[in-house]
């Protein structure tokens, strides 16, 4: 994506926004797609409204204040027009900051037309990437459609397919470069091939300066550009006065700059503010680790981590350490969420299965199949059938109100060498025991191969997860946001129970538990699912009519 059109605006301005909110939908070269909120604040003035089109990549599109207070004063604010009278003091400060990159300012004028690529999201919860494998190397060309490298995010492997015709002039990570932040320059491409060479001193630090570098140069000899400018010197200011934080001092900060902070693995006392009171935004995060300026993760990983109470090695112990994986890592940062956001609740219920059981050995047994249906398979499709049944277990919270999906999408927990992943059953509700059987054997098998695509694991509206096949008579799971629901399914048992004529018979009876989020369910309808759920695995065949 180089431009995209903004279909639709979701917040006006005055709303407050939270991360994770949705600010508008915006039409891609692929699809229309919405854009998450990533700091909290309020709307003060939206530059492009509904229906802008061809809006390019970098270019404002709204202003967000802190305080709702601030939003009248950007009333009558324009692009074309420093609206506040304190504005024209913060360039003056810029100079002290833009001294550090003068060296390679020099430099930047004798390359080359050139264009910096940063590293992409290739998934809409992508924050950042680990480069695996580049498959172009320096001085080669590259059409629509070539794969740049392999890049490890937080759900799959992904190959960055180029968008432009070139020739590689620089690559500025190398194979192997781990948690890339999104936005954070990678690879320089020229239109000629003899301009190649010119980049062999090219570094990072030279992407990331020639932008700024031009700003301040182009603001007093055209004013139109001033309050484009005007954005980035402002926060220059209190980041070249920073003043390292004092140890034990509290450190202010945005959540979602803690979150990138956190997973880079580097200590916010080492970056310095640009938001308000030197509040510590996410652009500034960013900038730190793309210049490495960020206070060494060793040494403030260790003193946090022993803060935190976390386990130490006695001496002489033997141990391994396993570096996180990118979905290890986000896995954990989002199941940790989970549990701490959401009131969980959770409901049991035992299924007798003797009749689904002895269907599905016929159907196994038919040569006309020319499928294995698993219990399993069972499970999707009678959940399905039971979510549109019970529509409200098939929804999600949001911050204003919940959201009711009318299409059953399931996601099913596959566990795979670099961590949990949940590749989804589309349209399962609609779909025959051998098409979800299908689906679920080439699912799995692309996620064990780190080959899912970002449409084939992102947008489920329920997760199940089976244990059953491990001997687990019975669990509870994490319900996986924003999904309101997660079904844990146990192993399938043999018991005596009391029959209606009075006497005594051994049933097989699978167990299952239904992890709730009680903002949106309540406790009758999550056991109204349920029974639901349990009268289609009972009755199989009424999941035919």
Same mark, same amino acid.
């Given at each position: ?12 301005? +005055? ?20 854009? @998450?909120?990533? @700091? ?5 003035? #939206? !530059?492009?409204?509904? /229906?802008?089109?061809?809006?390019? =990549?970098?270019?404002?599109? $709204?202003?967000?204040?802190? &305080?709702?207070?601030? =939003? ?58 680990? #480069? ?14 070539? !794969?740049?490298? @392999?890049? &490890? ?7 960055? @397919? ?26 320089? !491409?020229?239109?000629?091939?003899? $301009? ?10 030279? *992407? +990331? ?39 034990? &001092? ?43 300026? *960020?206070?060494? $993760? /060793? ?14 090695a006695p001496a002489g112990a033997s141990y391994v350490d396993i570096p996180h ?23 049991? =219920? ?63 927990a596959v566990q795979t060498p670099v ?27 692309? *996620? ?28 509870? $799971? ?11 399914? %146990? ?17 097989? =009876? ?12 309540? %406790?009758?309808? %999550? ?7 349990? %009268? ?10």
């Open positions: 994506m180089t431009q995209g059109n903004i279909a639709q605006w979701k917040k006006k301005e +005055g709303d407050q926004v939270a991360p994770g909110q949705i600010l508008a939908e915006v039409e891609t070269d692929k699809a229309t797609i919405e854009w @998450e909120a990533q @700091e909290e604040g309020y709307i003060a003035k #939206i !530059l492009k409204p509904d /229906g802008s089109k061809e809006v390019a =990549v970098g270019q404002p599109v $709204a202003i967000l204040v802190e &305080e709702a207070d601030a =939003v009248a004063a950007f009333k009558n604010y324009t692009p074309g027009a420093a609206p506040a009278a304190s504005k024209p003091a913060a360039p003056k400060p810029p100079p002290p900051a833009a001294a550090a990159p003068a060296a390679p300012a020099a430099p930047k004028g004798n390359f080359p037309p050139h264009q910096v690529l940063n590293m992409p999201a290739l998934s809409p919860t992508m924050s950042q990437g680990n #480069i695996i494998e580049w498959k172009k190397k320096i001085g080669d060309t590259v059409a629509p459609g070539d !794969l740049y490298c @392999e890049v &490890e995010t937080d759900k799959a492997t992904i190959g960055w @397919e180029a968008q432009e015709e070139g020739f590689i002039a620089q690559l500025l990570k190398p194979a192997g470069t781990k948690d890339i932040a999104v936005g954070v320059p990678v690879v320089v !491409l020229v239109e000629e091939k003899e $301009a190649v060479a010119a980049f062999a001193s090219f570094t990072a630090e030279d *992407a +990331g300066g020639a932008p700024k570098a031009a700003a301040p140069a182009a603001a007093p000899a055209t004013p139109a550009a001033a309050p484009a400018a005007a954005p980035k010197p402002a926060p220059a200011a209190p980041r070249a006065a920073a003043a390292p934080v004092a140890p034990g &001092e509290r450190i202010k900060a945005s959540p979602y700059a803690k979150k990138l902070a956190s997973q880079a693995g580097v200590s916010l006392a080492g970056v310095a503010g640009s938001g308000p009171g030197g509040r510590i935004i996410a652009e500034d995060v960013n900038q730190a680790v793309a210049s490495g300026k *960020a206070g060494p $993760a /060793g040494a403030a990983a260790a003193v946090a981590a022993h803060s935190a109470g976390a386990v130490i994986t990118q979905i290890r890592r986000i896995t954990a940062q989002r199941l940790l969420e989970s549990k701490r956001t959401i009131p969980h609740y959770y409901l049991t =219920v035992e299924c007798q299965v003797d009749a689904m059981l002895k269907l599905r050995e016929q159907i196994n047994k038919s040569a006309s199949a020319g499928v294995k249906i698993s219990v399993n398979d069972f499970v999707i499709k009678a959940a399905s059938l039971a979510l549109k049944k019970v529509p409200g277990v098939n929804s999600s919270w949001q911050p204003d109100f919940i959201r009711q999906y009318n299409n059953v999408d399931v996601s099913v961590g949990l992943l949940t590749p989804i059953v589309r349209d399962s509700d609609k779909k025959g025991l051998a098409a979800i059987s299908a689906d679920v054997k080439s699912l799995a098998a692309k *996620a064990k191969d780190g080959k899912l695509q970002p449409a084939e694991f992102i947008g489920g509206t329920f997760t199940i997860s089976n244990l059953g096949m491990y001997g687990v008579k019975q669990f509870a $799971a994490i319900v996986n946001p924003p999904q309101a629901a997660i079904l844990a399914v %146990g192993s399938t048992d043999k018991k005596v129970v009391l029959n209606k004529a009075g006497g005594y018979e051994e049933v097989s =009876v699978l167990t299952v538990t239904l992890s709730c989020d009680h903002r949106v369910i309540d %406790g009758a309808m %999550g056991a109204e699912w349920l029974q639901a759920f349990r %009268g289609y695995l009972e009755n199989p065949f009424t999941m035919l009519l």
